[in-house]
């Protein structure tokens, strides 16, 4: 069973910056997929970031330019950085994770990200 354990979210007012983290643990498989996806009440849960275990990244167009998803495989950490901040990404940020090569699927508690006026 892998655990994703996030950090980092919190209130911050709009223009600025946080800095949200995922630590895996607890896999017997591989994880290659890692990502971060959004939710707002009343709404579904929205692809923010991905990246491969080689690197390669994936955004959605709204977060395009403002954001950008890193990681470390030696500490199975993904990390989400995001500047420019802007009141409609105000949502709970979940860290998600996928094993290899069997397919499970894991996420985190997620974490509330409020950004102010």
């Known amino acids: 069973q892998v655990q994703l354990v996030e950090s980092g979210g919190g209130l911050v007012q709009a223009g600025g910056s946080l800095r949200l983290s995922c630590a895996a643990s607890g896999s017997r498989f591989s994880i290659n997929d890692m990502g971060w996806y959004r939710q707002v009440p009343g709404k579904q849960r929205e692809l923010v970031a991905t990246?491969?275990?080689?690197?390669?990244?994936n955004y959605a167009d709204s977060v395009k330019g403002r954001f950008a998803i890193s990681r470390d495989n030696a500490k199975n950490t993904v990390y989400l950085q995001m500047n420019s901040l802007k009141r409609e990404d105000t949502a709970v940020y979940y860290c998600?994770?996928?094993?290899?090569?069997?397919?499970?699927?894991?996420w985190g508690q997620g974490t509330q990200v409020t950004v102010s006026s």
């Open positions: 990246i491969t275990s080689g690197g390669y990244t």
């Open positions: 998600n994770a996928k094993t290899w090569p069997v397919p499970y699927t894991y």
